[in-house]
């Protein structure tokens, strides 16, 4: 797997960002069967960045803590069967690698969040990657079966990783 992360803030944590965003989407990946060694770009921004981008490209103008921007479209979450039909569109001729998407995280909403849900800038962290990771492989949470559904896998990561609400 590669990935690619850009922090546009000055901000920084108390734990490597690269090191917990890598573990989290490997698990992701794992967990989800992708048969395909992946690609994602993750970028930290502030709420500013990410008003910006939430009012660009879905017509919501305030601040958000994670935006998902899939590269793959599936006929069910998780589904890879087809994406070698849509080769063109889903590899990087390059590396071979599926581009999966990116993923844009609100440092100053992982830092508000971690406070407001009384757990550790780490675990809010993971939790946004792994959020986002789930939308980058076909889930979604609108209806509240599909929530139910996000939820648990969210928990599961963050559980394979030891990452809980006490860190």
Same mark, same amino acid.
């Given at each position: !797997? ?8 000055? *901000?920084?944590?108390? +734990? &490597?960002? $690269? ?5 989290? !989407? ?5 967990? #989800? ?6 690609? /994602? ?15 660009? +490209?879905?017509?919501?103008? $305030? #601040? ?6 899939? @590269? ?12 070698? #039909? ?5 590899? &990087? ?10 993923? !844009?995280?609100? /440092?100053? %909403? ?7 849900? @009384?757990?550790?800038? %780490?675990? *809010? ?14 889930? &979604?949470? =609108?209806? %509240?079966?599909?929530?139910?559904? =996000? ?15 006490? &860190?």
């Amino acid at each position: !797997m590669t990935f690619y992360v850009e922090n546009e803030t000055e *901000e920084s944590f108390s +734990f &490597d960002i $690269k090191e917990i965003a890598g573990m989290v !989407m490997e698990i992701v990946l794992e967990s #989800e069967g992708c048969p395909y060694e992946a690609q /994602v770009n993750l970028v930290l921004t502030d709420n500013e960045g990410i008003k910006s981008c939430n009012a660009e +490209f879905r017509g919501i103008d $305030k #601040e958000t803590d994670v935006l998902s921007f899939p @590269n793959v479209e599936y006929t069910a979450p998780a589904d890879f069967s087809h994406l070698e #039909e849509d080769a063109a569109d889903c590899f &990087d001729p390059e590396s071979g690698e599926l581009l999966l998407g990116d993923i !844009m995280i609100s /440092v100053e %909403k992982i830092k508000e969040q971690a406070v407001s849900f @009384n757990h550790s800038e %780490k675990r *809010e962290f993971a939790f946004l990657v792994a959020h986002s990771m789930l939308h980058l492989c076909g889930y &979604d949470h =609108m209806e %509240k079966e599909e929530a139910t559904v =996000m939820e648990k896998k969210q928990e599961e990561v963050l559980k394979t990783l030891g990452i809980t609400r006490e &860190d």
